[in-house]
């Protein structure tokens, strides 16, 4: 009994020694880790630096902009502005009063549609962070709502010609927003300002009378305004270099930053404690190397500055192989060569995707403006809406816009009177009697009259 009892303990003491040890190699395994792991070499990202141009101060439409914010009326009901400007909502009385109280406001605005250029004075490439103050561009969406409303009013006065001319200024200062080196908040707000002034143009050529010699001088206007995409690959650029500095501060910040920095790098579902294991190991090169994590957020901005020259089809594409965490639980997290890169890269850098399908939808609202006053012109020469879009070239139209989703003509159907896209799906499906593009798979622009 005494041997049996013996041999037991022997078991029981070697199996502690065991897990003994085993603790020992987990808790010393990311130092023992980081001795035999480096980090890479600073990355070359030469290529996707961002340079600001020198624009003449009478030239740039920011200092414009920077002083509608203190001239700008707002009612209480800070709704209202938006109604009015889409036109679910009027009040002549109503609007006048409000156009009256933000005539300045609306001055600076005009100013600002005139200017050549934008380059917002805030930015530093060099030193552009996430703590950057940025301009008031809530006032700058105000404004445009506003100019919006003054082109409907002057609509509903019979002064079609003015009313478009007021919707164009909408166009003009978002282009100019669009073709600058600002970050990729301010390209978003510049495709606000111009989805607005298209969507106007759109209502005023439904409700309104405006013969085909005015429109045949409206319609190559509007072809100055479509996005070159070089503004949105500036913001992809500037974005990185933010984010190259961040990763810099990061591998220095206090323990207490760390955590919150961990606790908001919760994707997926995952827990915070799944996440809280990689808060000791900031400091190990096994789990975050900072040029390594560098190299993987330039080849993203890479990528993405190669798509702004692709369709709609191919940048809207799905991209689940992107994503370098797939499993976040702690024991994998613990395993993970640079883990806090590549959660970073998942959670952030991954979160830019989205810009391109506002962009594609600006495309589309753009090319399918352009169709409805060529669509309206034929009318007003014949009488009847052309069978195919075809008929207007060469006389309305020099050629047929593309879908931006997927590279062929925009579609066009007579019986329904609607222009439309295939949408972020590529399938064509007849579009939709829905003018809510987020709730219909094709886009659809309705032929009122």
Not at 109 to 125: E, K, L
Not at 233 to 250: P, T
């Amino acid at each position: 009994m005494k041997k049996i009892l013996s041999k037991i303990a022997i078991i029981f003491s070697v199996l502690a020694v065991l897990i003994l040890i085993l603790l020992v190699i987990i808790l010393f395994l990311p130092s023992v880790l980081s001795l035999f792991s480096k980090d890479i070499d600073p990355p070359d990202v030469s290529d996707i630096q961002v340079k600001i141009l020198a624009i003449n101060t009478e030239n740039n439409s920011y200092f414009d902009l920077i002083k509608i914010d203190k001239n700008i009326y707002i009612p209480e009901d800070k709704m209202l502005i938006l109604n009015y400007a889409q036109g679910e909502s009027w009040n002549d009385e109503v609007v006048a009063d409000l156009l009256s109280k933000n005539s300045e406001a609306l001055s600076y605005f005009t100013d600002a549609s005139i200017r050549s250029a934008y380059q917002d004075m805030t930015i530093d490439p060099a030193t552009f962070s996430a703590n950057t103050i940025l301009p008031p561009m809530s006032s700058w969406r105000t404004a445009s709502q506003l100019s919006s409303i003054k082109a409907r009013y002057l609509a509903k006065q019979g002064k079609t010609t003015e009313a478009i001319e007021e919707a164009f200024k909408s166009l003009a200062v978002g282009h100019q927003i669009q073709n600058s080196q600002s970050p990729l908040i301010e390209y978003l707000v510049s495709l606000a300002l111009k989805n607005l002034a298209l969507q106007t143009m759109q209502s005023i050529i439904t409700d309104n009378k405006l013969s085909t010699a005015e429109i045949t001088k409206i319609i190559p206007k509007i072809d100055l305004y479509l996005d070159n995409g070089e503004g949105l690959k500036n913001a992809f650029k500037l974005e990185g270099m933010m984010g190259s500095r961040e990763l810099d501060s990061i591998a220095y910040v206090s323990n207490k930053t760390m955590e919150e920095i961990v606790n908001n790098l919760t994707a997926d579902g995952a827990e915070k404690d799944s996440l809280g294991i990689l808060t000791v190991g900031r400091n190990k090169n096994y789990y975050f190397k900072v040029n390594k994590t560098k190299q993987i957020a330039a080849e993203y901005v890479r990528n993405q500055v190669k798509n702004v020259d692709e369709t709609c089809e191919v940048s809207l594409r799905p991209r689940n192989e992107e994503k370098l965490v797939t499993d976040l639980s702690p024991t994998s997290l613990y395993f993970s060569e640079n883990a806090i890169g590549k959660i970073m890269h998942d959670t952030v850098m991954l979160g830019l995707n989205g810009v391109f399908e506002k962009r594609c939808e600006e495309n589309f609202r753009l090319s399918s403006t352009k169709l409805l006053f060529a669509i309206k012109a034929y009318k007003n020469d014949r009488g009847e809406l052309p069978p195919v879009l075809a008929d207007l070239t060469p006389i309305y139209i020099d050629s047929i816009p593309k879908d931006p989703y997927d590279g062929e003509d925009v579609r066009y159907d007579i019986n329904k009177k609607i222009i439309y896209s295939v949408g972020k799906n590529g399938k064509d499906l007849g579009g939709s009697d829905d003018v809510d593009w987020n709730k219909s798979e094709n886009p659809s622009v309705k032929i009122g009259f």
